[in-house]
């Protein structure tokens, strides 16, 4: 655990070491600070400037085995770059996405780990780790793995904690963006670091780290069934200090299964997209599958390398993602709330409890004043995302949080009503499943839409007008 003397020992060192950077102001452990008013950093203008000149970033990390490895396989699903993460595969892995012309971004495994990640570490030892960055070694390596056709970034040091390490991945993603300006340069935060006080964890990791995008992994779907307690409350507490620190933000989702002390179900259909529409209901920008290939029993592949159901199920979701990406890169979420649906209990009609680390929306003031859920049932309830263009155009996003393992989405749809404010003229929907805004008919005030399990749809308010629609698909 970061201990409050360790932080305060943080910034008393790095005001002694290093210059201040613009925008990044001493403060108490988990209180916001307004960076609006201390200007962007250069990480803040990097990471978005990145997210909005890329496609929607859906990857799939990539072990390497089993091999060889099939890169045709691997488009068919959709992705738009993979991450490569086992070292010893890049000698082999990395030409060939290089000559299939497939985006990819590079893990840089345990770098300064064996001697800054541990208890203990002295400012002498972390200076001198520091300064072994810029090794010619290190200068080789990074060239080497640049110079394949389609790197588009670094992701260095997984999982840090230790004040140590994060100030040594700091230094070390700023020397990456030196070396390369054109990359991004980013890190993976703990989803359990330790007991408690993970808002506060995470805001220091974006504050120390500084990382292009803010991110972490949560594999919420355990055996046989259900959803992790903690799952809202971690996007939720990723989502509030990416905002606060000027950043885009990145989730790893759950598409393996593994057996005995750590065992996670494979992904059903309904499982799947609750994992990938819930993070875009919150503003996240980027998705990565844990994994593509076989880290324990499977992932969108079998040991054998033949793709198995979540391949497949994966395909059509992803194609949907992509679509809803194009707009969700050039949107701010400005907030977001559980709409609890009912179950009978007693033979009364009672609400279903409000998501955990959620609350119900205010929707007084909003042009959608309203959603209601046709059909009653335990789990049948739907997230709600407000976002906001930079012109200040209003959009927000519907998702239907009903999901089972072993379940079709198409077995856990809802029919949800939208009761809008009579301000609003017209409504606008960015169809998921062919890329074109439609203009929705409004019938006294409401519009009726219908979801698959864990599917979500966007909206805007009066003009069709969604960005990002232009760039060639």
């Not at 390596?141 to 992701?155: E, K």
Request: aromatic fraction near 10%.
């Amino acid at each position: 655990m970061v201990r409050r003397r360790n932080y305060v020992l943080f910034w008393v060192l790095l005001t002694w070491s290093c210059a201040v950077v613009p925008g990044w102001s001493q403060h108490d452990v988990g209180q916001t600070v307004d960076h609006a008013l201390l200007g962007p950093r250069p990480s803040q203008q990097r990471g978005h400037a990145w997210v909005r000149r890329h496609p929607f970033t859906i990857m799939g990390l990539v072990r390497g085995y089993p091999r060889p490895f099939d890169l045709t396989q691997y488009r068919q699903a959709g992705f738009s770059a993979l991450l490569a993460w086992e070292p010893g595969s890049y000698q082999e892995l990395l030409p060939t996405v290089a000559a299939g012309r497939m985006p990819f971004v590079v893990h840089l495994e345990h770098w300064g780990g064996k001697e800054v990640n541990r208890n203990g570490v002295t400012e002498d030892v972390l200076q001198d780790a520091i300064r072994q960055i810029d090794s010619q070694t290190n200068r080789d390596y990074i060239r080497g793995v640049a110079s394949h056709p389609g790197c588009i970034g670094f992701l260095a040091n997984d999982e840090a904690v230790q004040l140590s390490y994060m100030r040594y991945t700091r230094q070390l993603l700023q020397w990456l963006r030196r070396q390369h300006p054109d990359k991004l340069a980013f890190g993976n935060a703990h989803p359990d670091p330790w007991g408690g006080g993970y808002d506060r964890y995470i805001d220091e990791f974006a504050a120390i780290v500084e990382p292009d995008v803010l991110m972490t992994d949560v594999y919420p779907l355990s055996v046989p069934n259900g959803l992790a307690a903690n799952y809202f409350a971690i996007l939720s507490d990723i989502r509030k200090t990416a905002l606060a620190h000027g950043m885009p933000y990145w989730m790893f989702i759950q598409s393996f299964h593994s057996t005995g002390a750590f065992d996670r179900r494979l992904p059903s259909d309904s499982d799947l997209r609750l994992q990938l529409f819930v993070p875009l209901t919150l503003g996240y920008t980027g998705i990565i599958y844990f994994t593509y290939d076989v880290a324990f029993e499977r992932g969108l592949v079998d040991k054998t390398g033949q793709p198995n159901r979540l391949h497949h199920d994966a395909t059509g979701a992803n194609r949907e993602v992509a679509y809803l990406g194009r707009s969700l890169r050039f949107l701010t979420s400005t907030e977001f709330g559980c709409v609890p649906g009912s179950h009978r209990e007693d033979g009364k009609l009672v609400p279903n409890t409000v998501r955990r680390g959620t609350r119900e929306p205010d929707l007084s003031t909003q042009p959608l004043r309203g959603i209601a859920i046709e059909s009653p049932g335990e789990g049948q309830d739907v997230m709600l995302g407000m976002f906001r263009d930079d012109q200040g155009g209003r959009y927000f996003m519907v998702t239907n949080l009903w999901h089972d393992a072993d379940t079709k989405a198409d077995d856990r749809a809802l029919s949800v009503t939208l009761r809008l404010g009579p301000e609003v003229r017209e409504l606008h929907r960015l169809n998921r499943l062919t890329g074109e805004v439609e203009q929705l008919p409004i019938r006294e005030g409401s519009v009726q839409i219908h979801l698959p399990g864990g599917t979500g749809d966007l909206f805007k308010v009066d003009d069709g007008k969604f960005p990002g629609l232009t760039e060639s698909r």
